[in-house]
């Protein structure tokens, strides 16, 4: 879960860097954020996939 969040991250520092010329600020704030709001959506999708499984096993 957490490498996902990381190679998320790095693409989008590396593009946005490439891309829009970021300073190294810029980009560890980008890199930040977006780690950030990959984890934890990832986090919650496997929450909610195994909240799910918890019903369909518990109704049989």
């Known amino acids: 879960m957490l490498a996902i969040g990381v190679a998320i991250a790095a693409i989008c520092t590396i593009g946005g860097t490439v891309v829009l010329g970021l300073s ?18 990832v986090a919650w999708r496997r929450f909610r996939c195994a909240e799910l499984n918890e019903k369909r096993v518990s109704h049989g």
């Open 24 to 41: 190294f600020w810029s980009a560890l704030l980008l890199y930040s954020l977006s780690g950030t709001a990959a984890t934890l959506f």
